[in-house]
């Protein structure tokens, strides 16, 4: 089944994103990660961010969630500007409007899926109860199940309910199938597909696999630091049909 044409009028932009760069020094060698990208991300809106390993996606994101500052441009969230933030500003604005979802899960073993989530909803300010986050990624009957006891496609989808348990206002993905096969990683889809489209939390999600592209309103390519294409994507799937 083919979904809607994407969003054909975007409302505000969350994200703007103004000839940003980034330069790593170590000793004499310097690495430009990102060459002046321009870019926003709209409230409600999927994008896909593909590209190479070391094409700038992760350093990209990063910068984004307020885990790292540009060397240079600017960076908006709504209409406040991130790369005049504090230390303690960036740390507040994480907690109050960033989720983030990684490759690699990063739960507390000692503790159960419930409780994982748990851990987010108790620093919050608004947060939905870790029982409805985990129920809305299809876990509501492995509450009480460690992480040891759960499959990698499962404790992926415990990482995506804490991450929307605090109700983000975006949520960043990188990379969150990488560690997955087919199967599991099209549940996990599954699951960021439906924050978006059912709580309209606006979705990054960094892959290398172009065939997730399907899924988005958006893709953006990025190669050597630069964005080399930004389109979007009219014939959308539900990420059941995707096939890799």
Same mark, same amino acid.
């Given at each position: 089944m083919t979904l809607a044409a994407p969003l054909s009028q975007p409302p505000r932009p969350v994200f703007r994103a103004e000839e940003v760069t980034r330069v790593y020094r170590t000793g004499a060698v310097e690495v430009r990660a990102l060459r002046g990208i321009s870019l926003n991300l709209y409230e409600g809106e999927m994008v896909v961010l593909l590209g190479a390993s070391g094409s700038g996606k992760s350093t990209l994101?990063?910068?984004?969630?307020? #885990?790292?500052?540009?060397?240079?441009?600017? *960076?908006? &969230?709504?209409?406040?500007?991130?790369?005049?933030?504090?230390?303690?500003? #960036?740390?507040?604005?994480?907690?109050?409007? *960033?989720? &983030?979802?990684?490759?690699?899960?990063?739960?507390?073993?000692?503790?159960?899926a419930r409780e994982n989530v748990a851990l987010v909803t108790e620093i919050a300010a608004n947060p939905m109860p870790p029982e409805e986050a985990l129920e809305r990624v299809g876990l509501g009957h492995r509450l009480h199940h460690f992480p040891a006891e759960l499959s990698g496609g499962e404790q992926q989808r415990v990482a995506i309910a804490r991450a929307i348990a605090k109700r983000p206002d975006v949520l960043l993905c990188d990379e969150p199938t990488g560690a997955l096969d087919i199967a599991t990683g099209a549940q996990v889809l599954e699951a960021l597909h439906s924050v978006n489209r059912d709580l309209g939390t606006a979705t990054v999600l960094i892959t290398h696999n172009a065939v997730i592209q399907r899924i988005a309103h958006r893709v953006v390519v990025l190669a050597d630091g630069r964005v080399v294409r930004d389109d979007p994507v009219t014939d959308r799937l539900q990420p059941s049909e995707l096939s890799w």
């Open positions: 994101l990063n910068i984004l969630g307020g #885990l790292d500052r540009p060397t240079g441009g600017r *960076v908006f &969230f709504r209409d406040t500007e991130l790369t005049q933030a504090s230390e303690a500003q #960036l740390t507040a604005f994480r907690r109050a409007h *960033v989720g &983030f979802v990684f490759q690699f899960y990063n739960l507390v073993p000692s503790l159960t």
